[in-house]
């Protein structure tokens, strides 16, 4: 495998620190999106809807499989948690494929304000990914059936090379776990390669997932029973990511480790869903909600004039 060098990881890195600015936003944002006075409670949605736990994850995920396969017209993403569809919706913009079915999002200053103030509004973006969402096809606040779509679509289609995302909660759904079956009922040259990925961020919706509290051999053995080779790694480590993804292995099963809500004010169970209740009203609130995206430092990364800058 050849070595990742520094400069592939430094982009990745950016690409992840924009997408996971432009979630905040997505949630959060009615005006002052590039943060260039202090925020007010006017610039706050009248109301907050969408989930941010995932969605650092998400973004992680999608930066990294980009920079292995995304020049293969034969590669295609499915993403499970399509509750966390600020990330996908954020990822699809960076990359203008959002502008293709939606002109008005346009990869420039007035396509950023376009993106966020609609994002889960009346004729605008949904809070979950639904089939109006460029490649999507099922509607994301139903978990479980994605790792079975990617082998649907690898079947007889021995081009394809489909990357599938599959939450830790997902995965204890029936449909999930009985679908991990596939890997030898679909092995063969005549279909596509599959390449499933669990997001082990350690919690559901507001309790921990069950396959985070298992021990590394348990998991691990588990996966080998239905016939993939484990590869763990924290999803932060950009190098051991990329290296991941580019050894050579047979029926490879990654597990990506990121902590739920990281990035954000709340970390677990508070992070699922919006983790600042009352930045409208709460002064203490609308400061966290600055500093966090500030954090992010988006205004070295895009400008309003030349657009994102990679």
């Known amino acids: 495998m050849n070595a990742v060098g520094i400069a592939e990881i430094d982009k990745i890195r950016k690409r992840i620190q924009i997408c996971d600015y432009l979630v905040v936003?997505?949630?959060?944002?009615?005006?002052?999106?590039?943060?260039?006075?202090?925020?007010?409670?006017?610039?706050i949605k009248p109301r907050l809807l969408g989930h941010w736990g995932t969605c650092h994850g998400i973004n992680v995920a999608y930066a990294n499989l980009k920079a292995v396969y995304g020049d293969d017209a034969n590669y295609s993403f499915i993403l499970g948690p399509g509750h966390g569809f600020p990330a996908l919706n954020a990822n699809l913009w960076l990359?203008?494929?959002?502008?293709?079915?939606?002109?008005?999002?346009?990869?420039?200053?007035?396509?950023?304000?376009?993106?966020?103030?609609?994002f889960s509004w009346p004729d605008g973006f949904p809070s979950h990914a639904s089939p109006i969402t460029p490649g999507v096809i099922t509607e994301g606040g139903e978990l479980g059936y994605a790792l079975a779509n990617a082998y649907g679509m690898s079947l007889g289609h021995p081009e394809k090379t489909t990357a599938v995302l599959i939450g830790d909660g997902e995965l204890e759904t029936a449909t999930a776990i009985d679908t991990l079956n596939c890997?030898?009922?679909?092995?063969?040259?005549?279909?596509?390669?599959?390449?499933?990925?669990l997001h082990l961020n350690g919690y559901k919706i507001s309790a921990p997932s069950l396959?985070?509290?298992?021990?590394?051999?348990e998991l691990h053995e588990?996966?080998?029973g239905f016939g993939f080779e484990p590869i763990e790694f924290d999803g932060d480590?950009?190098?051991?990511?990329?290296?991941?993804?580019?050894?050579?292995v047979e029926s490879p099963?990654?597990?990506?480790k990121t902590e739920k809500g990281e990035g954000g004010p709340n970390r677990h169970q508070d992070a699922h869903q919006i983790p600042l209740k009352n930045p409208k009203t709460d002064t203490e609130e609308l400061k966290q909600l600055e500093e966090w995206l500030k954090s992010y430092h988006f205004r070295d990364?895009?400008?309003a004039e030349k657009g994102v800058i990679l």
């Open 25 to 43: 936003a997505q949630l959060f944002l009615s005006d002052n999106f590039l943060l260039e006075r202090e925020l007010e409670f006017e610039d």
């Open 95 to 118: 990359d203008g494929e959002l502008a293709k079915v939606d002109p008005k999002a346009t990869v420039d200053m007035d396509g950023l304000e376009y993106l966020c103030r609609s």
């Open 183 to 197: 890997r030898n009922l679909f092995d063969g040259s005549n279909n596509g390669k599959v390449l499933p990925i």
């Open 211 to 217: 396959y985070a509290r298992k021990s590394e051999r």
């Open 222 to 224: 588990m996966i080998r």
């Open 237 to 248: 480590d950009i190098e051991a990511f990329q290296y991941a993804l580019r050894e050579e």
């Open 253 to 256: 099963f990654y597990i990506m």
């Open 301 to 303: 990364l895009f400008d």
